[in-house]
């Protein structure tokens, strides 16, 4: 398993470098075009826009990849768990056998089983035996105990535990990190002539989000207000101002699952208000816990310019 993700983060690794080369072949070889054709350095460098995309994108992805690749690697600490214990008592200036204890984990570490034996004529010989069952939180849900009689384990007590389990947050305010690839049309109003100059970019994006969250139940939520600041760079900022939905699906691992959330609302540009128009997000990740989620994250500014944005989203709730 370590030697797959170590080869999975390599080949990431190496897309990323390759995508490097073929934006520097690029270059030049634009370069060389225009120098052969006569094009001036402003046409250059628009299309050189074009041609670089395909390049940005690859880089863009193959970076996602190689830090989810990453994240594989968190949490291989290795662990102990205790397997025996055994007690001692002084006598006649000696310490003397006197209990031992052995125990039994799954393979999550819990403790399921846990055998006593006490110390006699020269032997361990049993005494006691507990069995504990667990639910997906690491939890004990149940306890058997038995006694050693006439050679054979005996029931002697029984335990039922019950637990109200609440993995996720019902009311928080909540913080959104987003870094990811923006794309869209940037309209410079030329004068001279009276016409929009309109031109496309491609170029990395950066967002900051607050918000704040409602969970009617465990599956479905209200995103009730969303203050979002999108920075596709190289086209001007934006304030948006959303609401949505968010969904949950059953837990799959302690309070790990998978969601989804759908937003719109109407976003402000700062630099060119023409660009003030309609916006919406959609966004696609995990719950690792009740305060850390991350996803995927795509996000439309505005049907004139189309600014839209594709980003890795990193989330946090603080609340209840």
């Known amino acids: 398993m370590r030697e797959n993700r170590t080869n999975l983060r390599n080949a990431a690794t190496g897309v990323v470098r390759l995508a490097g080369r073929e934006e520097a072949v690029i270059a030049v070889e634009s370069r060389d075009h225009a120098k052969n054709n006569g094009v001036s350095p402003k046409d250059q460098m628009s299309r050189g826009n074009f041609m670089n995309k395909a390049t940005m994108r690859k880089s863009f992805f193959a970076t996602i990849l190689l830090f989810l690749c990453s994240l594989g690697t968190f949490g291989q600490m290795p662990y102990a768990t205790q397997t025996s214990q055994i007690y001692y008592v002084w006598q006649n200036d000696v310490w003397v056998q006197n209990a031992k204890v052995e125990f039994t984990h799954d393979a999550k570490g819990n403790q399921i089983a846990k055998v006593e034996y006490r110390w006699q004529n020269n032997a361990w010989v049993e005494y006691s035996k507990d069995e504990y069952t667990y639910d997906f939180m ?177 989330g946090f709730n603080f609340g209840k």
């Open 138 to 314: 690491g939890n004990v849900t149940s306890h058997k105990g038995y006694l050693w009689q006439n050679n054979a384990w005996v029931e002697h007590n029984k335990s039922e535990y019950a637990y109200d389990i609440k993995c996720y947050k019902k009311n928080a305010f909540g913080l959104d990190l987003g870094l990811g690839y923006g794309f869209g049309m940037y309209q410079d109003w030329q004068h001279f002539v009276n016409v929009y100059d309109t031109r496309i970019y491609h170029a990395f994006a950066f967002s900051l989000g607050v918000r704040y969250m409602h969970h009617f139940n465990r599956y479905f939520g209200a995103d009730f207000v969303k203050i979002n600041w999108a920075v596709p760079v190289g086209s001007g900022s934006s304030m948006q101002f959303m609401t949505g939905v968010r969904g949950n699906t059953p837990v799959f691992s302690k309070c790990m699952s998978a969601y989804g959330a759908l937003r719109l609302g109407y976003g402000l540009g700062f630099t060119n208000p023409a660009t003030n128009g309609v916006c919406f997000e959609t966004e696609l990740g995990l719950n690792f816990t009740r305060t850390f989620f991350m996803g995927v994250s795509y996000n439309f500014h505005d049907f004139n310019d189309r600014r839209q944005a594709v980003e890795l989203r990193l």
